[in-house]
Every structure is written in structure tokens, then in C-alpha cells.
């Protein structure tokens, strides 16, 4: 199920199939453009584009609650995402591993690459880190965003707008933490 819809954060688009989200892009100034950029993103990784067991209540179930989740995202409320289903097919045991740890790191903190090397048990593997981050299919699922360079910079960013938008995620939820803690 391929589903597109605007939010404070741009034109968002994702792909659900066999109960699992398998690609999501966000950020961009047009539906078409959105789904563009998913279907550039799907035909440039290991990821199926669909599983022969798909059941459309299922997947439709997972788009509703998706998209209800990323609008909330998008408008700067804390959003747990924890227990969406996400599709790993075509990943290496390191790349799971690195993306299981990604998705631990709570809204509003972040991590280092070399802090989410170390956890995984690779210590020193910060650029192998940064290389499955930049190639996250499912971002702010996957909050890649939250994972930063050594010393606090920003590092790398591969949605529309780069670096920017990382800030501005990053401080969005900075500026809702604020507000829940007063």
C-alpha cells in the first residue's frame, strides 16, 4: 500500500506491504515528488517491494496508524513509533543491529555513531554507523536524525533540505521536551 499526504514537514510518502513498513520519505514539496523520491529509494536498495503473503486490512491498519503518527511527528508532538512493524529484509546481522539501536534512542535524545557502534558491539565502526544511517529506508521510524557526528555536530542528513531539516527535527523535539517538562 502506497500512500502519499502532506504534513508541517512537507509532502511525506510511504510503502506498507505484508504488515511491515518498507520505505518511507518525507519532506518534500509535492505528493508526486514524494513518491518519486520513495520509488528512487526502493529501486536503489535490497528492500522487496512486496510479499506474496500481503493481507490489505493489515496493511491498511499500519498505514492509518502511520500516517496518524508522522502527522502528529510532523506538528512537533512527542511520537512513539516503537511498535510499527518494520521490514529488515536485505540487511546485513550489523545493519539490523544498527538499526534496532537507533530506534531505541528516545524522542527528544540522541546518540553518537561511535555510541551506536560501541552498542552494538563494534567498537570503532562509527563510519559503518554513519553508512547504514545515510541509507536508512524508513527515516523518523528509524530516527536517524537523532544520531549525531563525534563532538555534538550534526554530521550527515540525506532528506530534502539536509542538514537543516535534521535541526530543525532535532530541535522541534527539544522544544516539545521543554514544554512537557513546565
Known amino acids: 500500500m502506497l500512500k502519499s499526504f502532506d504534513t508541517a514537514l512537507g509532502h511525506m510518502a510511504f510503502l506498507i506491504d505484508g504488515g511491515e513498513v518498507l520505505a518511507l520519505t518525507f519532506g518534500y514539496p509535492t505528493a508526486m515528488a514524494a513518491r518519486k523520491a ?3 529509494r526502493l529501486d536503489s536498495s535490497a528492500s522487496p517491494r512486496s510479499k506474496t503473503t500481503s493481507d490489505p ?6 498505514a492509518e496508524q502511520l500516517e496518524e503518527r508522522l502527522s502528529r511527528f510532523a506538528e512537533g508532538e512527542a511520537v512513539d513509533f516503537d511498535d510499527l512493524p518494520i521490514s529488515i529484509a536485505g540487511l546485513t546481522k550489523f545493519q539490523r543491529q544498527v538499526i534496532a539501536a537507533c530506534r531505541a534512542i528516545p524522542w ?3 546518540s553518537t555513531y561511535g555510541e551506536l557502534a560501541d552498542s552494538v558491539g563494534h567498537p570503532g565502526a562509527a563510519r559503518a554507523v554513519g553508512s547504514v544511517m545515510s541509507n536508512n529506508r524508513i527515516p523518523l521510524v528509524v530516527p536517524c536524525h537523532r544520531v549525531l557526528a563525534s ?9 530534502p533540505e539536509g542538514l537543516a531539516m535534521k535541526q530543525r527535527l532535532l530541535e522541534a ?5 521543554q514544554e512537557l517538562a513546565q
Do not use: H, I, K, M
Open 38 to 40: 520513495l520509488n528512487e
Open 108 to 110: 527528544g535524545e540522541t
Open 151 to 159: 563532538g555534538g555536530r550534526l554530521g550527515g542528513y540525506s532528506a
Open 173 to 177: 523535539e527539544q522544544a516539545a521536551l
Open 57 to 62: 486490512g493489515e496493511d491498511a491498519y499500519l
